[in-house]
């Protein structure tokens, strides 16, 4: 669907609380023919406007496979998100445009191991593509999802997560960075997790992963010394982002901005840009 410049209005279905900071917000557009017409691909964004607010960029949490509505995955981290979280309720409309940026290559990731690497937020963009795989499940091979946080509690779509455990095809792989008197799973930070837990096979397989620049910086080096060339290797970026049109230039990194050249990138074309990043 070509970018709408111009917020249509759209009304919140559901909120469903993720975290004690996280929270989804469940959408459909006021207009049922615009919501009918409304197609994204995983990985793309919306600018989403809270009236008497401001814009920010979110990205599409939910899979354009699941009809009828679309999620964002906010979390409160500063003065917009903060009025989102305080201010909007169940039943109230907000202003939305977009799709905007590329997505994730969904071409050159069939007939592969899919492999997801995701840490608190950063699984959001993730469950996007994680959600059109599972409803394309027949175009891929092995489906690996390991996701942490920092506690229990930070691990966003937890009813989801339960049902992916339950689906025979999808290795499901958690972690939180410290032991919890209740948690039975994987204790330790997601990069060693993936090094000493999953141990993932490197033939055929593509690697998906968002999450802190923390996480990201350390997961990208387990990945070299695990040996994945950088090509196969897939983040999305999502910092910096303000107008999603390549016009205010608060998103770029030297020539490339991530509004309009990304905001899907292989670990091969970050490993291109300017120091900065
Ligand atoms: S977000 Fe404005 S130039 Fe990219």
């Known amino acids: 669907m070509e970018a709408l410049l111009v917020p249509s209005l759209a009304r919140i279905d559901r909120i469903i609380q993720e975290t004690p900071d996280v929270r989804t917000y469940r959408m459909k557009f006021k207009d049922d023919s615009l919501m009918e017409k409304f197609s994204w691909q995983p990985g793309q964004f919306v600018e989403f406007s809270l009236l008497g607010s401001g814009e920010c960029t979110f990205c599409i949490s939910s899979s354009v496979t699941r009809?009828?509505?679309?999620?964002?995955?906010?979390?409160?981290?500063?003065?917009?998100?903060?009025?989102?979280?305080?201010?909007?309720?169940?039943?109230?409309?907000?202003?939305?445009?977009?799709?905007?940026?590329?997505?994730?290559?969904?071409?050159?990731?069939?007939?592969?191991?899919?492999?997801?690497?995701?840490?608190?937020?950063?699984?959001?963009?993730?469950?996007?593509?994680?959600?059109?795989?599972?409803?394309?499940?027949?175009?891929?091979?092995?489906?690996?999802?390991?996701?942490?946080?920092?506690?229990?509690?930070?691990?966003?779509?937890?009813?989801?997560?339960?049902?992916?455990?339950k689906n025979t095809s999808i290795k499901v792989v958690l972690t939180i960075d410290k032991p919890e008197d209740t948690w039975k799973e994987n204790v330790g930070v997601v990069p060693k997790i993936l090094e000493e837990v999953v141990k993932p096979e490197i033939a055929n397989t593509k690697v998906i992963t968002c999450g802190p620049p923390i996480m990201i910086k350390y997961t990208l080096q387990s990945l070299d010394r695990l040996g994945f060339a950088p090509k196969d290797v897939i983040t999305t970026l999502e910092m910096k982002m303000q107008c999603g049109l390549g016009k205010c230039g608060r998103c770029n990194i030297g020539s490339t901005y991530i509004c309009k050249d990304g905001p899907v990138f292989t670990y091969e074309q970050l490993k291109a840009l300017p120091d900065e990043f």
Do not use: M
């Not at 201010?87 to 990731?109: A, M, T």
């Not at 007939?111 to 840490?119: E, I, P, Q, R, S």
């Not at 027949?138 to 691990?155: C, E, H, P, Q, V």
């Open 67 to 165: 009809k009828g509505y679309f999620d964002c995955s906010i979390k409160r981290a500063g003065i917009v998100t903060a009025d989102i979280h305080s201010d909007l309720e169940e039943g109230d409309d907000v202003g939305i445009r977009g799709p905007y940026g590329n997505c994730f290559p969904l071409e050159d990731i069939k007939g592969k191991n899919l492999l997801f690497v995701g840490g608190g937020i950063g699984l959001a963009p993730l469950r996007s593509l994680i959600q059109y795989c599972i409803d394309n499940r027949g175009d891929y091979k092995d489906f690996t999802i390991l996701y942490g946080a920092r506690t229990s509690a930070d691990l966003c779509f937890k009813e989801e997560i339960e049902e992916w455990k």
